[in-house]
């Protein structure tokens, strides 16, 4: 009931395109989080959606909150090769915790 | 402003051998901390979470333990490393009133050989 399913897997887009992921689950959240890892690094907040409908951007970056409050998706458009790296999903539970999706593997061919 | 330090970036340490990890914040008081981990670049398992000096609470049994001795310090430990402890050891932390605090450390590589 809490797994984040996350989709795709791995995305490999030429630049300049746009790119859409999404993440559902069986359960109704009251938060979606859209975080982005670099190689080697901790994941860094992008998007926090806290009401269902909710549409929210932040520069090239889009994320929605599913109307059933099960799903959600990020889009980036016009995409450059900064914008590689792994993009999560993630839901928070009591006390902050976070579940997370597997994550969308983004390669941006320049 | 707040900073989290967490050390080392990379470790590689032999089957059997124990284990250490430390992460420190800067910045705020009574924090809530937590150790993730990092399988294959996929997604994060919470390991452990504490909201307070000696409140630790593990989310899945294994090889490992945390320790808060200090408000602002979270330690990451094991007596006898398994191959299968290896991965990316993340801790982070929050405010615990909104996702918006929620921040993570730049992580340690683990290799257990």
């Known amino acids: 009931g809490q797994q984040l399913n996350q989709s795709p897997q791995s995305m490999f887009i030429q630049e300049g395109e746009d790119v859409s992921m999404n993440c559902t689950s069986s359960s109704i959240f009251n938060t979606w989080l859209w975080y982005k890892q670099d190689p080697g690094e901790g994941p860094v907040l992008l998007i926090a959606?806290?009401?269902?409908?909710e549409l929210t951007s932040n520069g090239r970056l889009t994320a929605q909150f599913g109307i059933t409050r099960k799903d959600s998706f990020l889009n980036i458009s016009a995409s450059i090769p900064s914008d590689v790296g792994i993009y999560f999903c993630?839901?928070?539970?009591?006390?902050?915790?976070?579940?997370f999706g597997e994550g969308t593997q983004l390669t941006v061919n320049p | 402003s707040q900073t989290i330090h967490q050390w080392p970036a990379t470790l590689v340490q032999p089957v059997g051998s124990p284990l250490s990890l430390e992460c420190t914040v800067e910045?705020?008081?009574?924090?809530?901390l937590y150790w993730y981990r990092q399988a294959a670049g996929r997604g994060l398992q919470l390991l452990f979470y504490s909201v307070g000096i000696g409140q630790i609470s593990s989310e899945v049994p294994q090889n490992l333990s945390a320790s808060r001795p200090q408000d602002r310090q979270f330690i990451l430990s094991s007596k006898k490393l398994l191959l299968s402890d290896s991965g990316f050891y993340l801790c982070?932390?929050?405010?615990?009133?909104?996702?918006?605090?929620?921040?993570f450390g730049s992580g340690t590589r683990l290799t257990v050989v």
């Open positions: 910045g705020t008081s009574n924090p809530n």
């Open positions: 993630a839901r928070e539970t009591s006390g902050s915790r976070l579940t």
């Open positions: 959606l806290y009401k269902a409908g």
């Open positions: 982070a932390w929050s405010t615990g009133q909104g996702i918006d605090g929620y921040t």
